[in-house]
């Protein structure tokens, strides 16, 4: 077919995934705000498992009936992937990013979560044999080079260390390899079963995990239950129907479309989005340094995208 102007046009225009996607970095950029407001009276594992266990219920109220016919067949195979995902994406990600931000501050922690991009497209690489092209490896590079830079113009001092640094680095390395494990390992469970399914039975397992965990760990009692306010609801609320149910099921119906290393370089948005919505709702300023990183990270999506 001869391309026509109106053709040109179209190929310019988002597609229905990348805007979803764009949705997924807009919502986890808001997760930061509503952390903020849950971190100085709630205790971080309960926060964690209430958020998952607010989507899975909401999971499985909206449920197609296809989907709910289907989790009947689920093999022993695809049940070990499911106990996979909700143990690395749900349960150890919280875990080490909870009580990695206890050692370091959270724009350090946002500086080692933005290498996310290209590990995943590395690993989708070497074990999903992914192609990496020149424009993907130009536009994963672009992309943490702005989340690099709109980081550190935020907060310069992220890059400072210290006796007790370490472990937290190590904790938030710990977030990568899980992310990128949920990210990566989840296609083949995607197109067994779908997407909606694959989020909801890691979602619920890593529920169960984490209740335990907050049982033991004592963040899980009674008097901790009953000091939520309506603040905090509101803040759970928001990270579980949106930032969790919502946007978890977005983000895997990308994996399943343009595979996860497209679908990774959309992370690098959430710093962008997290420091616009710090000026809009906390007033905090935005700086031309942080501007030209957000550009570069734009750059970066659509040189990977091509």
Same mark, same amino acid.
Request: proline share 3%; hydrophobic share 55%; glycine share 8%.
């Given at each position: =077919?001869?391309?026509?102007?109106?053709?040109?046009?179209?190929?310019?225009?988002?597609?229905?995934?990348?805007?979803?996607?764009?949705?997924?970095?807009?919502?986890?950029?808001? @997760?930061?705000?509503?952390?903020?407001?849950?971190?100085?009276?709630?205790?971080?594992?309960?926060?964690?498992?209430?958020?998952?266990?607010?989507?899975?219920?909401?999971?499985?109220?909206?449920?197609?009936?296809?989907?709910?016919?289907?989790?009947?067949?689920?093999? %022993?195979?695809?049940?070990?992937?499911?106990?996979?995902?909700?143990?690395?994406?749900?349960?150890?990600?919280?875990?080490?990013?909870?009580?990695?931000?206890?050692?370091?501050? %959270?724009?350090? %922690?946002?500086?080692?979560?933005?290498?996310?991009? %290209?590990?995943?497209?590395?690993?989708?690489?070497?074990?999903?044999?992914?192609?990496?092209?020149?424009?993907?490896?130009?536009?994963?590079?672009?992309?943490?080079?702005?989340?690099? @830079?709109?980081?550190?113009?935020?907060?310069?001092?992220?890059?400072?260390?210290?006796?007790?640094?370490?472990?937290?680095?190590?904790?938030?390395?710990?977030?990568?390899?899980?992310?990128?494990?949920?990210?990566?390992?989840?296609?083949?469970?995607?197109?067994?079963?779908?997407?909606?399914?694959?989020?909801?039975?890691?979602?619920?397992?890593?529920?169960? =995990?984490?209740?335990?965990?907050?049982?033991?760990?004592?963040?899980?009692?009674?008097?901790?239950?009953?000091?939520?306010?309506?603040?905090?609801?509101?803040?759970?609320?928001?990270?579980?129907?949106?930032?969790?149910?919502?946007?978890?099921?977005?983000?895997?119906?990308?994996?399943?479309?343009?595979?996860?290393?497209?679908?990774?370089?959309?992370?690098?948005?959430?710093?962008?989005?997290?420091?616009?919505?710090?000026?809009?709702?906390?007033?905090?300023?935005?700086?031309?340094? =942080?501007?030209?990183?957000?550009?570069?990270?734009?750059?970066?999506?659509?040189?990977?995208?091509?």
């Amino acid at each position: =077919m001869p391309v026509t102007k109106n053709n040109r046009n179209k190929t310019w225009l988002p597609s229905v995934t990348a805007l979803t996607l764009i949705g997924v970095a807009l919502i986890w950029g808001g @997760t930061f705000i509503a952390g903020k407001q849950l971190a100085y009276s709630t205790p971080p594992l309960l926060s964690a498992f209430f958020r998952f266990l607010i989507a899975s219920i909401v999971l499985a109220l909206c449920l197609p009936r296809k989907e709910k016919a289907q989790k009947k067949t689920l093999d %022993a195979a695809q049940k070990f992937r499911i106990l996979i995902l909700g143990l690395f994406g749900i349960f150890l990600y919280n875990v080490c990013f909870f009580y990695g931000l206890q050692y370091i501050s %959270a724009s350090r %922690a946002s500086l080692i979560v933005a290498i996310n991009p %290209a590990v995943i497209a590395l690993s989708a690489f070497l074990f999903m044999h992914e192609r990496l092209t020149l424009s993907k490896l130009a536009g994963i590079a672009a992309c943490l080079i702005g989340a690099t @830079t709109i980081i550190l113009s935020k907060d310069p001092s992220a890059i400072v260390t210290n006796a007790t640094t370490w472990k937290g680095d190590l904790l938030l390395i710990g977030c990568v390899i899980s992310w990128v494990t949920y990210s990566v390992f989840s296609k083949p469970l995607i197109s067994e079963i779908g997407a909606i399914n694959a989020v909801f039975y890691s979602l619920t397992t890593g529920s169960v =995990m984490l209740f335990f965990a907050a049982l033991i760990n004592g963040d899980l009692t009674i008097e901790n239950i009953l000091n939520l306010g309506l603040s905090q609801l509101l803040s759970l609320s928001f990270l579980g129907i949106l930032g969790s149910a919502l946007a978890y099921v977005w983000y895997y119906k990308g994996i399943e479309k343009i595979g996860a290393t497209r679908t990774g370089v959309y992370i690098a948005l959430v710093p962008l989005f997290a420091v616009t919505l710090g000026r809009i709702i906390l007033h905090e300023p935005i700086t031309i340094i =942080m501007m030209i990183g957000g550009l570069s990270v734009l750059a970066g999506i659509v040189l990977c995208n091509k």
